[in-house]
């Protein structure tokens, strides 16, 4: 079974406008985190947000948020206010246990953002 | 201030050729991570070192032998490369421990792999 989701394979979003990108997740693990990568056409990936099953509040950074339903296990990214350069490739991952032994990644398919002027 | 390093950036090989990856980070991580990636299907752990001196197994292991020659350095190498393996290939670091569990991982630019 897959351990991380994303049911979006493209998406389409209009300049200005907010998004959100779908990712759930399966684990029996209590101790887990929940990391969004970005990938431009470019190739390299890049860190957004993080979001730790104990984490109490929602993360945010900059025009990034994670809507995090633990219940459903899901971790939404939502972009606020898309800017052209916006346009990627958007990876989520699951870390599963505590990080002390190697945080190994568990990623999603990803889902491909394209933002329209 | 590097971060982490991949080399070569492309290669392209012949069914059968030997080849080594080379991976080196400067911020002191304790982890390194080597991942594919094959379109449609996000990135993939291959191997994984926690700390120096160890290497496990990742999802996708056959076909390849890592070495973590030191703090720093992670190597991947494919001993008989087949054409199953053209991919994109990515290294990573981590700081390890409970205390740092918010701390993504880092990657190099990638190796574009062609094996023909």
């Avoid at chain 1, 945010?60 to 939404?76: C, D, I, V």
């Avoid at chain 1, 800017?83 to 491909?112: H, P, V, W």
Wanted: with cysteine; glycine share 10%; hydrophobic share 30%.
């Amino acid at each position: 079974a897959q351990k991380i989701t994303q049911t979006q394979p493209g998406m389409f979003v209009q300049e200005k406008e907010a998004v959100t990108l779908d990712c759930t997740y399966d684990t029996s693990d209590p101790s887990y985190g929940l990391f969004w990568y970005k990938q431009p056409s470019s190739g390299e990936m890049i860190f957004l947000i993080y979001q730790g099953s104990y984490d109490q509040q929602n993360a945010t950074e900059g025009r990034y948020s994670l809507n995090f339903q633990k219940a459903r296990k899901s971790a939404n990214l939502v972009i606020s206010a898309s800017q052209l350069g916006d346009s990627a490739m958007y990876f989520c991952a699951m870390r599963e246990g505590n990080n002390n032994q190697g945080g190994k990644l568990i990623f999603g398919q990803g889902t491909e953002l394209s933002v329209k002027p | 201030n590097a971060g982490v390093t991949q080399t070569p950036k492309f290669q392209v090989l012949k069914t059968g050729q030997s080849m080594t990856l080379q991976c080196a980070q400067d911020m002191n991580h304790n982890s390194m991570y080597w991942y594919r990636q094959d379109p449609g299907m996000g990135l993939r752990l291959i191997y994984y070192s926690a700390s120096e001196g160890t290497t496990d197994k990742g999802e996708v292991p056959n076909g390849y032998n890592v070495s973590r020659l030191n703090k720093r350095e992670f190597s991947l190498r494919l001993e008989s490369a087949a054409p199953s393996q053209t991919s994109v290939y990515f290294c990573a670091s981590s700081v390890a421990g409970h205390f740092y569990s918010n701390q993504p991982q880092h990657f190099g630019d990638g190796t574009r792999l062609s094996i023909l």
